[in-house]
């Protein structure tokens, strides 16, 4: 479990860096999964059906920014809860936005939660504590492997 | 943090009143300010939300920036509530969380399918109040909610 991967769909190379220098910082050990546009997130996250050696588990977490080029963030949300068993993944969006009708978006289009991002390494780990420890140890996990296992025997 | 957008009145859903006082005291221990309003069913849950019953006031039924819901509660369950609400469109955004006791999967299956924003067991962890603000307190204090709609107000819901 501590080894479910977070997918971090963000194009800004400052905030993958703030993210990454804060996960180890709050010293979160579950890999992290850099996509860098809504495009490569949706592959990603489709590689999950594939059956080879080596799929990738199933993200826990999918922290989603909005603005990104390619394909945004409400529509990777709105891709993503319309692909059975895929469509129950943890979505936090992640935004710099404040707007409330950003934030009436994601909830329009069923994100699980919305955070604001904080500008510096400190803040940012301080709220990932928090996120990880709700979101990883608290929250009930819909089990989504199991789903996706059940899914791939019934393809064989 | 811009104010607003974290939550000012949260709805708690729950029929057992020592659960209901320690939750509530977690939430305001997290959020000092904070304004939680008790139901204890599932029909004066939706009466509440649908402006009903003896919540024909607008001022007794501040919009709930976050609802907690139990699943075993009297009259109308919360599988059914929360199914109510996602049918809402003037409501079917607002942040739910279950807290609930013993629960099946398939209650899980169906809450997330109903897109439950979080679902939350009522471990015996859980019942230490600095855990429980703690825990609650993700809601509260970091989780931006969605601004209320205009229309939550005047809303015609479909009955139940």
Known sequence: MPYDPILLAEDDENDVFIMKRALEKARIVNPLVVARDGLETINYLKGMGTVTAGTPRVPL???????????????????????????????????????????????????????????????????????????????????????????????? | MSAQALPTTVLLVEDDPSDALLITRALTGA??????????????????????????????????????????????????????????????????????????????????DLHVNSFLKKTPLLSVPEVCRNVLGYWVRLNHSPPPRSDYLDASPRDL
């Open chain 2, 31 to 112: 959020a000092p300010g904070l304004r939680v309003e008790v139901v204890s069913d599932g029909q004066e849950a939706i009466d509440y939300l649908a402006g009903r019953g003896r919540f024909t006031d607008p001022r007794s039924r501040p919009f709930p920036s976050l609802l907690l819901l139990d699943l075993a509660l009297p009259r109308i369950d919360g599988i059914q509530v929360l199914r109510w609400i996602r049918e809402q469109p003037s409501l079917r955004s607002l942040v739910v969380v279950i807290l609930t006791g013993a629960a099946s999967a398939e209650q899980m299956r169906a809450a997330y």
């Open chain 1, 61 to 156: 977490l999918l922290l989603l920014d909005i603005k990104m080029p390619m394909m945004g963030g409400f529509e990777v949300l709105q891709w993503v809860r319309q692909q059975p068993p895929l469509n129950r993944v943890i979505v936090v969006v992640f935004s710099s936005s404040r707007h409330p009708e950003d934030v009436a978006r994601a909830y329009d289009l069923h994100a699980n939660s919305f955070l604001v991002k904080r500008s510096s390494v400190e803040e940012t780990a301080e709220m990932l504590r928090s996120m990880h420890n709700y979101w990883f140890c608290w929250n009930e996990k819909p089990n989504l492997q199991a789903a996706l296992t059940r899914l791939q025997d019934e393809r064989r």
